[in-house]
């Protein structure tokens, strides 16, 4: 008497390629020996899953599975580095109007500290703004290394300033300017250093 072929529905099959692909497309043998019965308690054999991955076409959809998930990290990369950049405009942007707001109140003998201030925001805001600049350097610094050389920079002048990132960072107003274009990307502004 002939055997009855079991027929596995379309989900299990779909579920046994999605288990080869999580696993790192062992191995056929290894696959099947990871598998659990199907809802009516048959387990497919070696020669049956091998024959799915052919007729199934299990490598071209692992090929697409494999560059949708490479597109969607390119896309979580791309928003990390865009909110890193917003973050160093409002730095920067933050570090002038403190220059300037430094430059308004303090006597003759600070005034380099304020162009320092200035000088340092422009940089930081033009590089953030341009994507690709001579200021590359500054993208790959975390904020705290970014903090740090501009506390040295200050440092340098007769007077210390305390920055506070909490300050900078929390400027909705500027975030808007900055969405809406109201802030110009393109201007040089520079100090009489340079």
Do not use: C
Not at 77 to 95: N, Q, Y
Not at 99 to 110: C, F, I, N, Q, R
Not at 115 to 124: A, E, K, T
Not at 170 to 182: H, L, R, S, T
């Amino acid at each position: 008497m002939p055997q009855l072929i079991h027929k596995y529905s379309e989900e299990y099959r779909n579920t046994v390629m999605g288990i080869w692909f999580r696993n790192g497309k062992p191995p056929i043998t290894d696959l099947v020996a990871l598998l659990e019965p199907d809802p009516s308690g048959h387990t497919p054999e070696y020669s049956i899953v091998k024959s799915w991955r052919k007729t199934d076409s299990w490598d071209t959809r692992a090929d697409e599975l494999q560059v949708a998930a490479s597109q969607k990290l390119d896309i979580a990369l791309i928003d990390e580095r865009a909110e890193m950049m917003v973050r160093h405009a409002i730095v920067g942007k933050s570090l002038i109007d403190k220059g300037m707001e430094y430059l308004e109140t303090a006597d003759v003998k600070s005034i380099k500290e304020a162009v320092n201030l200035i000088d340092l925001g422009f940089q930081i805001e033009r590089a953030s703004r341009r994507g690709k600049s001579t200021l590359d350097d500054i993208y790959d610094k975390s904020d705290k290394s970014i903090m740090d050389e501009i506390k040295t920079l200050l440092n340098r002048g007769t007077t210390e300033i305390t920055i506070n990132m909490g300050d900078m960072t929390e400027k909705p107003e500027i975030v808007e300017a900055i969405e809406n274009g109201e802030i110009d990307e393109s201007s040089e502004t520079t100090t009489d250093d340079g």
